[in-house]
């Protein structure tokens, strides 16, 4: 969450994040989700700030005796999920879980829900600033060269170049495996992206070549529920609300 404090550049990002969870928290609440998810949530501090505008500024901020919002937290470190836990009892949030969760396993979060009586195509999942720092996996049974690549990043993982056609896919087979469990309300993707660059252990790519991966992947990116940070294809930071079907 060192993204959170860092000025008065990211609180624009975040108050158009709020903007979006206001605009879906408002729908009737046979439309809403059921909770918040947040797959890498640091310490806590965005799934505290989002429970408190839901519950100050929304149709089901008014309704929470009756249909209670439920706050999860995943984080694949052990530290961070303790600190997260402090963090929502602090703020005096009933209705919350923290969980494993790693960006790289969707079905196994969804496994792990499902132990707690939790669907995960009830929530709303989220994440911010992660996607890029993703841990990478070769895609297996894929043959260099066998898609054109668009992105100009040049990438590396642990030393090793990674062609640039080779991340593209990874990068779809990572969204592709979130797709099967986002169908009923939806990913929220904060995210950052790149101009040309050189080699980095973290993915950025390319808002254009961001979407299109995503397209790929089967999200579709609802037009009125995202910002460009500038707004032009040339954006470094985009918040972009994916559902899948």
């Not at 969980?99 to 995960?120: C, H, K, M, T």
């Not at 170049?161 to 087979?173: F, K, M, Q, S």
Request: a neutral charge; proline letters at 5%.
């Amino acid at each position: 969450m060192n993204v959170w404090g860092s000025g008065g550049a990211h609180r624009t990002y975040f108050q158009r994040l709020d903007a979006i969870v206001i605009e879906i928290f408002n729908r009737p609440i046979a439309q809403q989700p059921r909770g918040i998810c947040d797959t890498g949530c640091g310490d806590g501090t965005l799934l505290a700030h989002l429970y408190r505008v839901v519950a100050e500024h929304t149709l089901r901020g008014r309704m929470l005796d009756a249909h209670p919002l439920i706050i999860i937290g995943a984080d694949f470190n052990k530290v961070a999920r303790r600190v997260t836990r402090q963090t929502l009892r602090r703020a005096g949030i009933p209705s919350f879980r923290v969980v494993p969760g790693d960006i790289n396993r969707s079905a196994q979060l969804a496994s792990d829900l499902e132990a707690l009586d939790f669907a995960v195509h009830d929530l709303l999942h989220i994440r911010s600033f992660l996607d890029h720092n993703r841990p990478y996996a070769q895609p297996a049974q894929y043959v260099a060269g066998t898609r054109t690549s668009r992105t100009t990043g040049a990438f590396a993982h642990l030393g090793d170049e990674i062609a640039a056609d080779v991340l593209e896919e990874n990068l779809v087979r990572h969204l592709r495996r979130w797709a099967p469990y986002i169908g009923g309300f939806g990913l929220l993707v904060l995210e950052l992206h790149t101009l040309p660059h050189g080699f980095s252990d973290q993915y950025l790519v390319e808002l254009p070549v961001f979407l299109d991966c995503a397209r790929e992947a089967g999200l579709h990116a609802n037009e009125h529920l995202q910002a460009w940070f500038p707004p032009s294809a040339l954006a470094t930071v985009s918040l972009n609300y994916f559902t899948a079907g």
